[in-house]
């Protein structure tokens, strides 16, 4: 089976991220939009390690030890990102990102 | 033409894959979007049992599913946004967006089309599991592996200073 597919499937899953980040307006699908781009992301690497595999390298694991340190990251992103948001919502009862337009003030 | 089983399960999981991605970014109530977001995740890790990362799709489970997910849910039964309509943008803004992505999408897959690379075969291999993972973490990778519990102990903290009240 073609590499190809699995690069096309994570294009596709990377552009439906940059979609919902652009598109919507509540800071917590958004955020969702961003843990789906990473996935996608790990998605591609894990596909390549198998392609490096199957060419006989000894270090494919590599890009699996990546995607363990993309999780690493993305876990701590959300505790931080999700403790912003809950401090917005109680300072402005919404999680619309237009209301950070107010910090221009 | 001929279709292994292979690729019978990769289109099916591509398919639901796809579908529920969409469905995180078109449902209205945020808990519709949380739970495509934890069916997408529960297809990413059926491929990643199919590309011969066993290991790693336990793990993707246990993180995403299990405890990110969670926490995506628990915030929004918080906040009580159940209900609420999402103020409307206005709409050449949601178009504009749609478009944009729209246009990635063609500009990536027409420069990768003709990519020539090579085909991944069925054969099983040895890579993913965990004591060869384990082996790489700990000989190669052991001073990223020590940075990164200092990141997650930073994160912690900064979690638990923003979250604290103010008085």
Redesign the interface.
Known sequence: ?????????S??????????V?????A??I???V??ML?AV??LL??F???W???GRV????A??F???I??????????G??????V?RNSQS??V?IMNRLKN | MGMNLQQVVFGILSIISLITALGVVFSKSPVTSVLCLILTFFTIAGHYVMLNAQFLAVVHIIVYAGAIMVLFLFVIMLMNLNAEGEPQKRNWLKYAGAISGGALLVVLLAALREASLPSLTPASNDIGLIANLGQTLFKTYVVPFEVSSILFLSAMVGAVVIGKKEH
């Open positions: 089976m073609p590499v190809q597919y699995y690069i096309f499937l294009i596709a899953l990377f552009c439906i991220g940059v979609m919902g652009l598109m919507r307006r509540n917590i699908i955020f969702m939009c843990e789906l996935n790990n998605l894990v596909a390690s198998k392609m595999a199957d060419a270090d494919a694991a590599g699996q030890i995607v363990f340190f999780m690493v990251v993305a876990a701590a992103e959300v505790a931080v999700l403790a912003i948001i809950v401090m919502y999680v619309d237009n």
